[in-house]
């Protein structure tokens, strides 16, 4: 016997298995930079949602917000840029971002739910001036499972992306670009192996972006002179299994903070990552057990760097540096506090040293493994304080004879070391 699908039912079986694929005009919005386009968008991004998910597009053009934005489960809500991107806003999907200035409190820009996806726009705010910086709310903000942001440009926001302030697992970053001008990337309350991917923050973002608050000129220095003082680019709390992969900043307070917080702190696969010109590049104030494997990264400090890579006293787990390089005019490269180890294996350790006497690596307490290492300057090269638990400093190359200084109490094994010329 078999049995005959009617017309009806295929007709059934097609829509269940259809997903909305729907324009944000249909619902009313519309590219006047003067007219809010919010309701309209949202409008569209509930039917799509209540249809069972799908991408609501936007064409190219500004659109409007003066209030907030929330992605339903299973929704994209889709731009026309599909790679990372410097842009003027009269260029690709725009959302002109007009709400919360003046305070961090109130709802983000963009709320992501779970299995939500952000991708392929600009966000501008047209009111953030670099002589009179104002606070707002996140840019783009995430709670649930999976949350996506892909091949956006986050042109000046004052808070970035925060994967943090709510409980979430295996949230999705990737083509990130902009210049955050206080927090670039908040994670925190991960638990199960977020992912961050080609995230470039940079003042050129907006320096380029030919919009009538474009900081150029005299501007410039202005604008260097706040990052420095204020921002933080990748501000990671709680992260079970983090990986981060070829991630950039320019001119930041701090690159990469890692630290504890109520429900704990990092450990993690960091791989090509970069910090360039910061007052501290990394910053490590504590981590899980398991640690954090830092491959391929360069850091370069700025005039006010005093040390590169700054462990704390709270730390108690491991920092391993591995294919590392170090350069600029910093003072120190390495100074570390704390009970956990830190290890240097294969690092280039090229310049240091603004201030006279001052050692490349500090270790003031806690263990260090420093092995295959190259010394670029014929300058005091480390320093072991007198609470190190212990040390192993082997196969190490120094330029000149190595300068080394060691008060550890603790055992310290240092051998098969060469100087050059």
């Given amino acids: 016997m078999r049995a005959v699908i009617t017309g009806a039912a295929l007709l059934i079986v097609a829509a269940a298995c259809h997903a909305a694929d729907v324009d944000v005009t249909a619902y009313g919005a519309t ?3 003067n007219e809010d386009a919010t309701q309209a968008i949202q409008r569209a991004l509930d039917a799509c949602g209540g249809s069972g998910g799908g991408t609501v597009r936007m064409a190219a053009g500004q659109y409007r917000i003066d209030g907030s934005l929330v992605v339903p489960p299973g929704v994209t809500l889709q731009g026309v840029w599909k790679a990372p991107h410097y842009s003027s806003p009269e260029v690709g999907t725009t959302l002109l971002a007009y709400a919360g200035r003046g305070s961090t409190d109130g709802p983000p820009l963009v709320m992501l739910e779970s299995n939500s996806t952000i991708r392929g726009v600009t966000i501008y705010y047209p009111d953030q001036t670099v002589d009179d910086i104002q606070p707002y709310p996140w840019c783009i903000q995430g709670r649930g499972t999976h949350l996506n942001v892909v091949d956006c440009t986050l042109l000046n926001p004052y808070l970035g992306i925060d994967f943090g302030t709510y409980a979430h697992e295996m949230h999705y970053i990737r083509n990130v670009y ?6 670039g990337i908040h994670l925190d309350r991960c638990t199960d192996i977020g992912r961050v991917e080609n ?31 204020n921002l933080v680019a990748f501000d990671i709390g709680r992260s079970d299994w983090e990986y981060m992969l070829n991630t950039f900043v320019w001119g930041a307070n701090i690159g990469y903070r890692f630290r504890d917080t109520e429900i704990g702190g990092t450990n993690g696969n960091f791989l090509g990552i970069g910090a360039d010109w910061c007052v501290t590049p990394l910053l490590v104030e504590n ?6 494997l830092i491959t391929n990264g360069e850091f370069v400090g700025s005039p006010l760097c005093d040390a590169v890579v700054r462990v704390l006293p709270s730390n108690t787990g491991t920092l391993q540096l591995s294919n590392c390089s170090f350069w600029g005019p910093h003072n120190a490269i390495v100074d570390a506090e704390g009970t956990g180890m830190v290890s240097l294996s294969q690092c280039n350790l090229y310049q240091w040293g603004r201030d006279p006497g001052v050692a490349a690596v500090n270790i003031r307490s ?20 007198e ?7 082997i196969g190490n190359t120094f330029r000149g004879a190595p300068q080394i200084t060691n008060q550890a109490a603790g055992e310290t094994q240092i051998l098969a070391n060469v100087s050059r010329p």
């Avoid at 902009?178 to 927090?183: F, Q, W």
Wanted: charged letters at 10%.
């Fill in 287 to 292: 981590t899980q057990g398991p640690g954090l």
């Fill in 31 to 33: 590219c006047d930079p």
């Fill in 178 to 183: 902009g210049i955050p001008l206080k927090v």
């Fill in 387 to 393: 609470p190190v638990a212990s040390a192993v400093v």
């Fill in 199 to 229: 995230v470039h923050f940079n003042p050129n973002s907006w320096t380029r972006s030919n919009t009538p608050t474009s900081p150029t000129g005299d501007a410039l220095p202005r604008l260097v002179e706040h990052l420095q003082a």
């Fill in 366 to 385: 806690g263990s260090l493994m420093m092995q295959g290492c190259s010394f670029g300057l014929s300058k005091p090269h480390l320093y072991l304080g």
